[in-house]
């Protein structure tokens, strides 16, 4: 059985990463850039490890330059989530990619995504929201031109603000201007912690940065009275196992902690990370969770529902979207 028709609720993508491969290719070739070796014989990326991944990532977002292929992408990237059954979705943007970080920049980017995500919407019923992100290994000075950017276009599109990239470069307090910068903004947070690194890490992030969400957060199980705090704060797990199996952050599907984790009374969800780059999608994390743990449909939707509650958007789009996973049951 398959949950490709069940609708989702998805709360942690990379816009970038999840570029369909062949709109990437059309991209470069319409522009003459060589990115030929980044792509596999069969057209997907390819890559060695996960700083590999990250240079590969670099390089398919050189193809992304003006607010138009941002706009293009947008509506590629929803189209493609929406026949997985998503029917709202959050994503994280870089201004660091759109105009290297100048908020005027910014603007004219955000605006070309906000109307994808509106042409989006009315084709393939799918309901976009932005969470700004800094890149970890740009380092500090960087974040704070992310948060600034986030903090000057906060607004009904974009709702949040967080951190990926390397993990394991800095700890979570070097980034805490940024984070109280977005947070006396009005924004939510969510932070990148516990994918690589351990629980300290995690532990580090939540006393410093003060995130609601974590992206991943997996490693939290090797410190159980961490999982419990985790679970009192009602702090919400961004869990992307397929991500995790194929990156080895986990070693098999069998192994993936987010069972104990949720059976601990941790809020998780799932959601595919970048899904072209883990040949993932929202219906193959569902399959496999249920494939593997034989988790039914009441656990699925309760995941979609964990999900809706933590989701950064306004209580009527949160309406609106629960209606949608009512009528599905
Ligand atoms: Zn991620």
Not at 54 to 68: H, I, M, N
Not at 187 to 195: D, I, Q
Request: proline share 4%; net charge negative.
């Amino acid at each position: 059985m398959s949950f490709k028709s069940m609708p989702k609720v998805e709360l942690h993508l990379h816009f970038e990463g999840a570029a369909p491969p062949a709109f990437i290719r059309g991209l470069a070739k319409e522009k003459s850039i060589d990115i030929s070796k980044i792509f596999d014989e069969k057209g997907g990326y390819a890559y060695r490890d996960f700083d590999h991944f990250l240079t590969v990532y670099e390089a398919a977002c050189t193809t992304l330059r003006s607010p138009e292929d941002f706009r293009r992408l947008t509506l590629a990237v929803l189209e493609e989530s929406a026949s997985h059954g998503v029917v709202y979705s959050e994503t994280f943007l870089s201004p660091d990619f759109c105009g290297g970080g100048d908020l005027s920049a910014w603007r004219d980017y955000l605006a070309a995504i906000e109307d994808g995500a509106a042409e989006a919407e009315k084709k393939f019923g799918i309901t976009l929201r932005g969470i700004i992100t800094c890149i970890r290994h740009f380092g500090p000075e960087q974040a704070k031109t992310a948060a600034r950017c986030a903090a000057e276009t906060k607004g009904d599109f974009i709702t949040g603000f967080g951190m990926a990239g390397a993990e394991m470069v800095g700890r979570p307090g070097d980034f805490s201007y940024s984070f109280d910068m977005a947070r006396e903004a009005g924004l939510r947070l969510t932070c990148h912690a516990g994918e690589w690194g351990g629980p300290d890490m995690v532990a580090d992030t939540l006393r410093d940065l003060r995130p609601e969400r974590i992206g991943h957060g997996i490693n939290a199980i090797h410190d159980l009275a961490l999982v419990d705090r985790i679970a009192e704060d009602g702090i919400v797990l961004e869990v992307c196992p397929g991500s995790n199996v194929f990156l080895n952050a986990v070693k098999s599907w069998k192994d993936h902690p987010i069972v104990r984790l949720r059976d601990r009374g941790v809020k998780v969800t799932v959601s595919t990370d970048d899904p072209p780059f883990f040949h993932t999608t929202m219906t193959a994390e569902f399959d496999m969770l249920a494939r593997t743990f034989g988790w039914e449909e009441d656990v699925l939707s309760d995941l979609n529902k964990t999900a809706l509650d933590a989701a950064f958007c306004d209580p009527a789009t949160k309406e609106k979207i629960a209606k949608k996973l009512e009528l599905s049951q």
